[in-house]
């Protein structure tokens, strides 16, 4: 019996250690363990859950698009990654190498996917021959591998999930559509399902992705003042059709290259839900993606009538919600820590007074605000509420953003702020990337996106005082 | 012009070549690619939509037996892999090594997993501790890695997608029950959602998996004759447990070795779907997983009104059912024999004549039925011919494995058999190793399975004379 009253341990506060906050939540809350292989993840069922329900609201967004799901290999050989240079020049450097199958070496290594855009173009290169075969508008959901030398829980590890589409269009301009599309899609999915506020732009040449010539950006501000770039959509061009000879029969007959884009989201996506919505009790999910929306907690559950009425209510909930019960012998106040500390947006409490009424207690994990809902009004107040944890935390997340937003217009100003109050700086740019290093250095922040939603904040670069070109939102960055 | 009136070329025919008879198809129906990397396919939309609809079944019924899904890491360290001998033996020869991250050599090599169990037994230790934490139900949806030398389009792949089920429980009964339990899910699903028959059985110790103390299996029917194991149930004991040091303490306070399972079923199933339903026209899908149900074809779609009804009939049909209408400029005709090629159940014809009696024609892809319904009945009627598609299927599948199955009691008639009727040959054997392999070498045939539903076919081995202890089905196999 020992075991069963344990408490819920306490996790580290965010006031007292960020880093260790974050890792005490993804452990507690059962999200990942970690495994034998050096960054490599063991996602557990619950946080995969959490990536499932991800999965399929995007995918159901994809597929509306029109878009369609493919499996590509998880090898890429040598000679295919290194035929677009900049691709290669990017990638070569932190990817793993299958140099042997079973006692033989092989011929060719072959790295394991760091992205595919090589196997999409391969691939592209034997489908596409006529205007007819365009658009091509393929996704892929699996895992890819990049060798990184620090790793962090979901953050960045050498093997992560996430989706990546690929897709080839006969213009530069539906291509730059498609971009702009997708990037949208993620936006509203990140602040209408995720509650996470983004902001919308371009990066800069330095930090755009290997081989694309335009990468869009959504970033959005941890509680800690630290920017996650938290999915980016790519403009090829017709780079890679040219590197791998993928080329088109127009209309009018004639040999043209078809245009390019890629995009992604990760699980990256999760560590950024833990650190945009939670807190010192543990970790807070947005209801479309809570792999429980409501926790039912039978109160003096030994009392005749309670277990049953809780199960009833478990199996009439279950029709317009994720519900589960939990009618273990812990203590009331262990489950609710416990319920808690995973995130769960709703806990509904039901005990013999509360049957008396007819009603029962719902409690809101966001703000722990506390309702008495008759039971007849379940199935209408449910879904209310979870849209009210929704808003709320979305509102709490924008609030915070914004007061952690800060102006700079002077590189003496820019230091001062970044060292002083961590937040996205925004500044004006001239647009040479030797400002963008000596900020790095000296201010110790990156240019985290050009935005769509531009501001005048004075006519000269924040660095070098040359006539600005754009506002630049800079900061630190996980 | 000329591209789009191109006819819907003819495959090979079955009794001329069946290997190409099978690659005609899954190229034709656009199942898959072959990919730059030897031995891994590209999964085409198509092919990747069955897998899709497979993997929803199944995931539902796993998730209803009240397993959980999980991500385990891509790579396993060769100390682990080694851990439990007869596992190590199994599969070492056939894995692919990674040896370098980025520039550097690792100081251990990785293996790409060929299977899983090591990696969740170095997590259950981790997270076992108590019976409380038992049993465990994981399952996960992946891809694994087997450097075969001869490869075919889903039959044998180096890389293949599958799911990899890995359960712990506190007794041996227990885990014997869950081997049982997902054998027959397998089995179910199989002939309940696809139309294959399946002979349950159990493997003799020769084709039993590495490491595990039983295997059970499903076998099926190839239209050639050839057997295909569909899908397989292993039975560990501790054996994995005690290799992995992982324990429990059980409600004495005692420390006790748990009892595992694993179960997997993969793409290779999509190759038995191919080889058990098709004809000379191509594929032939059984509803339950067809990305598309109904295709609906507009005739003489120029006269007016016939788009606008074929269209109002999907957007109707949409509710019930996967629905497709193709408005193209090709021909009813390449039209019927397209959507033979990739297998739809059911064609919709709807024509001027049609609307102006209210009806349409459908026609069944697997006997090429047709009827007439009248458009207010569709609702009611598509769900009962689909289920109709699907017995009939069935009902052929099995007939033909019945007439395909023989029996032998000598070792001539075993030679003779084998060598002029492909098909099941059901025959009693004495348990001994050397028997199998004997009639491996000589009549070129290896057991199948120890079937469930045993027969008294006679006293003794077919092989050596012996007392015979157990039927067996023995068959040539992909």
Known sequence: MAEQKKMVEAITSMEEDFAKWYTDIVKKAELMDYSSVRGCMIIEPYGWAIWENI??????EFKELGHENVAMPLFIPE?????????????????????????????????VRPTSETLFCDHYKNIIHSWRDLPKLYNQWCSVVRWEKTTRPFLRSVEFYWQEGHTMHATAQEAMEETERMLNVYADFCEKQ?????????????????????????????????????GTSHYF???????????????????????????????????????????????????????????????????PGVLEKAEELRARLKKICRVRMDDSEQSPGWKFSQYEMKGVPLRLEIGPKDIEKNQC???????????????DELEAKIPELLEAVRQGMYDKALARREQMTYTAVS????????????????AMWCGDQACEEKLKEEAGVSSRCMPFEQEHLSDTCVCCGRPAK?????????
Not at 55 to 60: A, E, G, P
Not at 82 to 101: L, R
Not at 470 to 478: E, F, I
């Open 55 to 60: 999965r399929d609201i995007l995918d159901h």
């Open 79 to 111: 000679s295919l990654l290194q035929k677009e240079k900049d691709h290669v020049e990017g990638f070569a450097p932190e990817v793993a190498w299958v140099t042997h199958g079973g006692e033989e070496e092989l011929p060719e290594r072959l790295c």
């Open 194 to 230: 995720l509650a996470i506020p983004v902001v919308k732009g371009r990066k800069t040449k330095k930090e755009q992705f290997a081989g694309a010539e335009a990468t869009y950006t959504i970033e959005a501000l941890m509680h800690d003042g630290k920017a996650l770039q938290s």
């Open 237 to 303: 061009g017709d780079g890679f059709a040219r590197a791998f000879e993928i080329t088109y029969t127009d209309k009018e007959n004639k040999p043209q290259y078809p245009h390019q884009t890629s995009w992604g989201m990760s699980t990256r996506i999760i560590g950024g839900i833990i650190m945009t919505h939670g807190d010192d009790n543990g970790l807070v999910l947005p209801p479309a993606v809570a792999p429980i929306q409501v926790m039912i907690i039978p109160i003096a559950q030994h009392k």
């Open 361 to 375: 207690v719902l409690v809101r994990r966001d703000n722990r605000e506390k309702t008495f809902v008759s039971l």
């Open 411 to 426: 590189l003496e100003e820019m230091k001062k702020t970044a060292d002083e109050k961590p937040g996205f700086i925004k």
């Open 470 to 478: 754009t506002m630049v939102y800079w900061g630190k960055a996980y």
